[in-house]
């Protein structure tokens, strides 16, 4: 396997890239000086590809709720033991993690990195499904959906989004459900494994003080040698509307203080790349017009005793949805929820700031560089990024090409009230 | 690499540079040492909230928010930690280095003399802090002291402190009380604020890549109090009486069980048994290779989290997981059986292993986080020791099994508690 490398002058950063034969990407972010090195090796499957077409098939295959990440705790488990007590012996740290789209297996080392990326490679290569094993497995993630429903800030977020769609399957908890996982068993998680964990639709990212080439012969050595997909898999999606699902939902925990999520349904979506890319840097860039620390709204909302330290802002792009959000604690969301809106009808007939605009780029360009500090933040989102076909290494040549009118058009979009939903988790009352 | 130069800049206050190369950002940090009593500990947890509202330059949070803005979206972030009985004050600053934009802008310079503004030249009207915005700041920490309870599995831990510490100051809270809070207005709390400043231990911390002469000479520019005394670091009581075993039930309306136990180490972190401590908790609880994980989640299926902690300074442990109401006793059992197998001294050599090498590693693995290194030299002036990385490391290598078994045999389990919706 041949290694590509590209070096950015402005970030002081290189990165290595090459395909195997099996269609796996290698990257490689040598960080010169780091006591950890960190590996991650993903596949592009999460929550939301519960309906697909298997390369080669013509049926559509549907599979229960929270089989991915069912299948990402499976799959730490070998037939000879638990895959943890080998990384345990040369001291690494490893874990695992499932969203709505990506399912990935890391681990972070001081020591043996050549050792542990072997054991991260074989063991993801090696599913070990018994009838046994997944119904112990059904009381371990039950306990975790357990903790998942006392767990305001998940609750309040999920039901936001179930709020957001009609029927597009980031509405449902990645986990599934007590029912929907007591469907689970091992055909079907030999089937999607199958499916989803060839090598074709996953990706290797390695960052730390480590060799290029010593990875590229690792992967030679460690990957099977199967052939690419012909064709791609078909994820199926339902059919989504451009309205919101309902404007609002609310839910009852023990908290001492309401908390909220609100947010805007992205209705321009299906694609991915640099085009995303591009939206995602404009849209934060207006989220932070209208309602980031500096703004009069939030200075009001702040002073009014309306938010608090807590209240966070954030916008998520995927190919197939998106959407902008924003929360925290508040004694009336209903209140902050009116403010936004008035504070945007405003800005849409008084028009946005050209000042605020330069000064919330410098924000945004620091933000990205300072990623580069952490071998696993940057190595997740470089992860993450890749599946939906864009590269961080163009995110400083794109962010330099927004210029206001995309922001002003952007703001003029997506920011719509009808598009709008809150969602509140308030105390019990009595 | 993992040293730091420490240099006295004025009597009270210290600055510790760690010079390290490999990040794109410097910090900054001030850290304030206030002992942990009833007395104080709601005013210094308000502090931080009110010093951030404005200083004489920066006089309102738009102002400060806007001025870091400019600089790149610089990092400022302020509240408590609390470390056994000390109870300190942290402001924590990061920005990046002057390399990645066009024209040299002196942005560590400008980032320290926020920071030096913001901690030492507050807002102040009368001879005291501007009174609305001490009003909001109570609401602000009174919200946020009730609003422990919104995470169960924190809360829990807490809890189960408090309870065993009640008549300890380790109970406290760390940001005080609601009902303290209704004591305080600004006046009083500016009063509060004079003597903390000119009689607490100060440590300011910067990390990034300058030389050790420029940032001491920025420091020593920025930096002049006058200290009315000689300030020490608080210490920290370590009870070793453990009478009967408390238990505490707590019923709330929730979807899972949290059950913590509470036990006594009765080491300080400058004894000799806190090596052996640290691979006792790490065999005990301490990831995936512990006995917890390996036999309460994955052998019985109780939980999906389980793992033991220590507050070395305090000289207490934790055992914390989430589990079914009605597995109660089932979990309890378990968690009491494997802290008897260390007893016993049955511990196999891969487990042995393990966890000195999980040490290791998490050691090892500080020195990328600037934050991270700076809590660890904090924690090393609070306990009294003074290991850099591979000192610490050394020495929890050539701890042995008969070394764990043996501290094993002091530590005691002094309180239960367990949040759930039903009685156990």
Not at chain 1, 101 to 112: E, G, K, P, Q, V
Not at chain 1, 264 to 270: A, E, H, L, S
Not at chain 1, 401 to 425: A, C, G, W, Y
Request: net charge negative; hydrophobic share 35%.
């Amino acid at each position: 396997m041949n290694l590509q490398e590209k070096y950015h002058s402005e970030l002081k950063e290189t990165l290595y890239h090459g395909v195997h034969k099996s269609g796996l990407n290698v990257y490689v972010l040598p960080k010169k000086g780091y006591s950890k090195s960190y590996a991650i090796f993903g596949t592009r499957y999460g929550s939301i590809d519960s309906k697909f077409i298997v390369p080669g098939e013509k049926e559509v295959t549907e599979v229960p709720d929270g089989i991915a990440h069912f299948l990402e705790h499976k799959l730490f488990e070998e037939e000879e033991g638990n895959v943890f007590d080998r990384f345990s012996k040369y001291g690494a740290s490893a874990n695992a993690f499932t969203s709505f789209t990506t399912t990935a297996y890391l681990f972070s080392c001081t020591d043996h990195f050549y050792d542990n990326l072997s054991i991260l490679l074989d063991f993801v290569q090696n599913p070990y499904f018994t009838e046994e094993n997944v119904q112990k497995e059904q009381g371990i993630i039950g306990q975790e959906i357990r903790m998942y429903d006392d767990d305001p800030n998940w609750r309040v977020y999920f039901n936001f989004l179930d709020a957001l769609y009609h029927h597009h399957p980031v509405k449902i908890d990645i986990a599934g459900t007590v029912e929907s996982i007591s469907q689970i068993n091992k055909d079907i998680l030999y089937k999607c494994y199958h499916t989803f964990y060839h090598p074709s639709n996953m990706i290797l990212f390695t960052a730390g003080d480590i060799e290029p080439n010593k990875v590229a012969e690792y992967v030679e050595s460690h990957i099977k040698a199967t052939e690419p997909y012909q064709e791609e898999i078909r994820r199926v999606y339902p059919e989504e509307p451009q309205t919101v699902s309902k404007q609002k939902v609310e839910q009852n925990l023990s908290v001492s203080i309401p908390l909220f999520q609100a947010g805007f349904k992205d209705t321009d979506v299906g694609y991915g790349g640099d085009k995303l890319l591009k939206k995602d840097i404009i849209t934060r860039i207006v989220l932070e017009m209208i309602m980031g620390k500096s703004t009069r709204l939030y200075q009001s909302l702040y002073e009014q005793g309306l938010i608090n330290d807590s209240f966070d802002i954030d916008y998520t792009a995927e190919i197939s949805y998106g959407f902008s959000v924003f929360g925290g604690e508040s004694p009336n969301p209903e209140k902050v929820q009116q403010e936004v809106i008035n504070e945007i009808q405003r800005l849409s007939r008084d028009g946005l700031n050209k000042n605020e605009f330069e000064r919330i780029k410098k924000v945004i360009f620091g933000r990205f560089l300072r990623q580069f500090n952490s071998v696993e933040a940057v190595s997740n989102n470089f992860m993450s990024t890749l599946f939906k076909e864009m590269n961080l290494f163009n995110y400083v040549d794109i962010y330099r090409s927004i210029t206001f009118d995309d922001v002003q058009k952007r703001f003029t979009e997506h920011f719509n009230p009808d598009n709008m939903v809150l969602s509140v988790v308030r105390p019990y009352e009595g | 690499m993992g040293g730091f130069n420490k240099t006295n800049i004025t009597k009270g206050i210290h600055l510790y540079y760690i010079p390290t190369d490999k990040f794109k950002t410097f910090t900054v940090s001030i850290y304030i040492h206030q002992p942990l009593n009833k007395e104080n500990a709601t005013k210094n947890a308000l502090l931080p909230q009110v010093l951030k509202r404005g200083s004489i330059d920066f006089p309102t949070s738009q102002d400060i928010a806007r001025y870091l803005e400019e600089l790149y979206g610089a990092v400022f972030d302020c509240g408590i930690v609390k470390k056994g009985e000390n109870q300190i004050i942290r402001f924590n600053f990061e920005t990046i280095e002057d390399t990645y934009v066009d024209q040299g802008e002196g942005l560590l310079q400008k980032t320290m003399k926020l920071a030096k503004q913001i901690v030492f030249e507050p807002l102040i009207e009368n001879e005291r802090f501007k009174k609305e915005y001490v009003e909001q700041e109570k609401q602000n920490l009174k919200n946020q002291i009730e609003g422990l309870i919104n995470n169960k599995m924190s809360y829990a831990v807490e809890r189960c402190y408090q309870e065993m510490c009640s008549n300890e100051n380790f109970g406290i809270y760390e940001l005080g009380s609601v009902e303290d809070l209704n004591t305080i207005d600004e006046k009083i709390l500016y009063e509060h604020y004079l003597t903390v400043i000119h009689n607490s231990p100060i440590d300011i911390f910067v990390t990034g890549s300058i030389s050790e002469d420029k940032v001491k000479q920025m420091v020593q520019n920025l930096f002049h109090i006058t200290m009315d005394s000689n300030p020490v670091y608080p210490t920290t009581e370590i009870v070793s009486q453990v009478g009967e075993v408390k238990k505490v039930y707590e019923p709330m309306k929730v979807a899972q069980g949290k059950l913590s136990l509470g036990f006594r180490t009765k080491i300080a972190p400058t004894d000799k048994e806190y090596y052996p401590l640290v691979i006792f908790n790490g065999l005990f609880g301490g990831g995936p290779h512990s006995k917890l994980f390996n036999n309460v989640r994955e052998k019985l299926s109780l939980a999906y989290y389980v793992f033991s902690r220590l507050e070395k300074f305090k000289g207490l442990m934790v055992v914390s997981s989430g589990i079914e109401p009605e597995n109660y006793q089932k979990a309890f059992d378990e968690i009491m059986f494997q802290f008897e197998e260390i007893k016993k001294g049955n511990i196999t050599d891969a487990e042995f292993d393990a966890t000195i090498n999980s040490a290791v590693n998490s050691i090892r693995s500080l020195a990328d986080t600037a934050f991270y290194m700076e809590d660890y030299y904090l924690s090393q002036l609070v306990g009294g020791t003074n290991d850099d990385f591979e000192d610490l490391i050394s020495k929890l290598s050539s701890v042995t099994k008969e070394d764990v078994v043996a501290v094993a045999q002091n530590i005691q389990l002094d309180t239960v508690y367990f949040l759930s919706n039903k009685e156990a």
